[in-house]
């Protein structure tokens, strides 16, 4: 039966042939493999239980006064965007269930793919062949970034709305076109016109999906074409490549992996409440609410606009760099600018221009990994900054005191961390032994006079290749 | 007490034997293996999936009589799809057969000089053929530079209907529904009463007959001890019986100031303060919505107000533009 199911198809397109190659492709074997895997999965629950979403949600700001299942709101004006979400979430049967899972989706989506990146950087995957990929992956969280804010801001909620107001601030700020491109993109002044909300959905239904499935396309073609990279070990080197093939194994392992990784999603859409939007109320430009926080992937944006100390640049008495193009703006660009142009830096750095199949242990290249640990360890401070009005309303810590503390932190933590990393990669790698490397034990001989000295250890292998050009 | 004893050690011997079983390295998956490990392994896949197909159906069922209680959906499908996974990952370490397969990776460029000449010659060979196929062509920078023009114009006008997503920006983010004689209005659309308002009570009010969404229509109007006000000369009159109105749109990012700090203790406090929510940004009320913390650079647009007959009514217009500021924005400095 799969013989002429095989067959037919080859006849009709001579996949056969390729068929039976992917197939046989092999999968080599680490855990941290799993996070680019879960981005992906995660990903395609987010397009299944957003097209189902679609089938209720009305993008329009016009507004309707409230009469639906949920009583304290009854008689309030309301926009039918915020009214459908309502009406989503009370009326429709397994409406709230889709939504939740929707929004953790959405959630869990930005962490794989900052966790995948983190793995990526500090074992230096990302080196040749594989930089174009990281530079398409790169665009994909950023892309994921403005896709995940799209879809929150939709509901048209009080929360949502206070982020608009932010993202319209932020685009202000642009230097030279900023107020041109706030009106345009927003259809006039904030809040902006009702046209507003039919870009907001089409953009976060379809342009942004589209463009994120076809990078997303091209990135797995481009992980396949140079084949996996593999840690160093048995057998492996960096002319092939070690691991369990498609079929039988890891096909099943992975299609495991994704029934798990529904599971718990559909889990905690289904116990654990997200976004209740009924509690937040209508927005209006005039209503805001203490302790607003965003989705966890703009934490540290909000990080930024709140650290900032405050001045503008003013030429000529006009505002030409407002403030908040610091934090919403600049930052942002800093840290991918940085990101985007690493692989460069470290080629020249390391006069390297070899093609890299094996990874590196964090520790096998120190610098990199102090300097990624620095970089994640100075966002994620202005990440925690971003809570400070959290940790002050429920905790009651004075605000003012928080945010200098902070602004000392976001100076001193990356500096200590880039110290603290590169003397524990250092420290880790004097004294090693590895499975693919030898045991690290040390030669000893008796010299002629009885004693016993060491014999030099031959230069470990596990140091980066680039590290001996 | 050797019979206490016995039972002990063995649910001690299990314990440890569960706990190596749990955490200790498997490395079945590195075995290679063509027989499924046990008939026991294929059983146990068959019942997960049996399973799962039960949780499957008790989502419907629950969708169905339940009314489609959330939490019971989600235990469900969850369970419905987590024993599907489970069963997935148990064929795929226990039932199907095990290899380590070695193969091949493709050569991009490889370091090896004899490769590595033939390669450059390759590359070069299709930049030959490249040129060859326009060795006709005589008047190739004539053709080049035609064919960028044919690009930019295109190209500029496939951008242009952008320009119809919004008006000029122009005056826009200056206009204010406030003018002298403007009524303040509350939520309801009810007028403002001076005396409705004690010494430490906050006010949204919005302009009369304006949209209530327009960002500038909305202000905050507080109420202080008159004789603590600390208004610029120009200003003096702008605060009658101790009332103030300033725009409620922060001036960093737009958010709605919407938290009025008022000292109980005035010796020990600092003085009364509008605060945003959104960064914290902090405007000083007795000088006139000074900043006096946060990342905010202007200060909060103040409305002068008047009382005609028990009513609050605008002076004139706000003392600057509503809103975060843009490259338009004048900053007094």
Not at chain 1, 201 to 213: K, M, T
Not at chain 1, 219 to 231: E, G
Not at chain 2, 123 to 137: I, P, Q
Not at chain 2, 215 to 244: F, H, K, M, Y
Request: proline share 6%; with cysteine.
């Amino acid at each position: 039966m799969i013989r002429r199911a095989v067959g037919f198809l080859d006849q009709r397109s001579g996949a056969g042939s390729v068929l039976g190659k992917a197939l046989r492709y092999v999968f080599p074997d680490h855990w941290t493999f799993l996070f680019g895997e879960i981005a992906l999965y995660s990903f395609l629950i987010l397009v299944a239980t957003g097209i189902y979403l679609t089938l209720f949600f009305e993008p329009s700001s016009s507004q309707i006064v409230y009469h639906g299942s949920y009583a304290p709101l009854h008689g309030q004006e309301v926009s039918k965007a915020y009214a459908s979400a309502l009406d989503l979430s009370f009326e429709v049967r397994a409406g709230l269930l889709i939504r939740q899972v929707h929004h953790w989706t959405a959630l869990v989506f930005l962490a794989a793919i900052v966790l995948h990146l983190m793995r990526i950087f500090f074992t230096g995957a990302y080196r040749k062949p594989r930089d174009l990929n990281y530079y398409i992956g790169l665009t994909m969280l950023t892309l994921a970034v403005v896709e995940g804010y799209a879809g929150y801001s939709l509901l048209d909620d009080l929360l949502s709305g206070m982020g608009l107001a932010i993202g319209n601030a932020v685009a202000l700020s642009v230097p030279g076109i900023g107020g041109q491109l706030g009106t345009l993109v927003w259809g006039g002044r904030f809040p902006g016109s009702d046209a507003f909300f039919s870009r907001l959905y089409i953009a976060h239904v379809l342009i942004f999906p589209v463009l994120i499935g076809a990078l997303m396309t091209l990135h797995l073609a481009l992980v396949a074409i140079p084949k996996h990279t593999q840690f160093r070990g048995r057998r492996r080197s960096e002319a092939n490549v070690v691991g369990t093939p498609l079929w039988p194994g890891y096909a099943l392992r992975s299609l495991g992996l994704f029934f798990c990784v529904a599971a718990v999603l559909f889990a905690l859409g289904g116990l654990v409440q997200i976004n209740p939007i009924w509690q937040w109320g209508p927005y209006e430009p005039y209503l805001g609410t203490n302790g607003a926080q965003p989705d966890w992937y703009l934490g540290w944006l909000i990080g930024a606009l709140r650290l900032m100390p405050h001045f503008d640049v003013v030429v000529a008495g006009y505002t030409l760099v407002p403030n908040p193009f610091w934090g919403g703006v600049l930052f942002p660009a800093v840290v991918f600018g940085f990101l985007y142009s690493w692989p460069t830096i470290e080629r020249r750095l390391e006069h390297d221009q070899a093609q890299h199949n094996l990874l590196d242990r964090p520790r096998d290249n120190p610098r990199r990994t102090a300097i990624g640990a620095a970089l994640f360890a100075w966002v994620a401070t202005i990440f925690f900054a971003g809570a400070a009005d959290r940790a002050f309303v429920q905790l009651g810590a004075p605000y003012e005191g928080q945010l200098w503390g902070y602004r000392a932190a976001s100076l001193l933590v990356p500096i200590a961390a880039y110290f603290l990393t590169r003397r524990v990669c250092e420290r880790l790698r004097e004294g090693e032994g590895h499975p693919g490397r030898g045991s690290g034990a040390r030669t000893v001989v008796r010299n002629p006079e009885g004693g016993f000295e060491e014999l030099a250890p031959e230069p470990a292998p596990g140091v980066a290749d680039s590290d001996r050009g | 007490m050797k019979l206490l004893l016995v039972p002990l050690r063995w649910a001690w011997r299990l314990l440890v034997a569960a706990v190596l079983l749990i955490f200790s390295r498997r490395d079945d998956h590195q075995v290679e293996r063509e027989l499924p490990a046990s008939p026991r392994a294929e059983g146990a896949v068959a019942a997960l999936l049996f399973a799962a197909g039960l949780a499957g159906l008790a989502f419907v069922l629950v969708y169905a009589f339940d009314g489609g209680d959330t939490q019971l959906l989600g235990v469900a499908i969850a369970l419905a799809l987590g024993l599907v996974g489970a069963a997935l990952v148990l064929a795929a370490s226990r039932v199907l057969p095990q290899e380590q397969v070695e193969e091949e990776r493709p050569r991009f460029a490889v370091p090896a000089e004899g490769e590595e000449r033939r390669r450059e010659k390759e590359v070069e060979r299709a930049g030959l053929s490249v040129r060859a196929g326009l060795d006709g062509v005589t008047r190739r920078r004539l053709l080049g530079s035609a064919g960028a023009a044919a690009g930019l114009g295109l190209g500029a006008a496939a951008l242009t209907p952008l320009a119809s997503l919004g008006p000029r920006v122009g005056k826009l983010l200056e206009e204010s529904p406030w003018h002298e004689g403007t009524g303040l209005v509350e939520e309801n659309d009810l007028p403002v009463r001076a005396d409705e308002l004690e010494v430490g009570s906050f006010l949204t009010a919005f302009a009369e007959g304006a949209d209530k969404r327009d960002l500038a229509a909305a202000v905050v109007v507080v109420r202080v001890e008159e004789s603590e006000l600390q208004l610029p000369p120009e200003r003096r009159d702008w605060a009658p019986q101790g009332l103030l109105a300033f725009s409620k749109i922060c001036t960093h990012a737009q958010c709605a100031v919407s938290l009025f700090r008022y000292p109980l203790f005035a010796e020990r406090s600092p003085g009364p303060a509008l605060v945003c929510p959104c960064h914290y940004s902090t405007f000083d009320v007795l000088s006139g919505g000074n900043r006096v913390f946060g990342p905010a650079v202007r200060p909060l647009p103040q409305l002068p107000l008047r009382i005609e007959a028990g009513r609050l009514v605008a002076a004139g217009e706000l003392s600057g533009p509503v809103g975060a500021s843009w490259g338009g924005v004048r900053e007094e400095s």
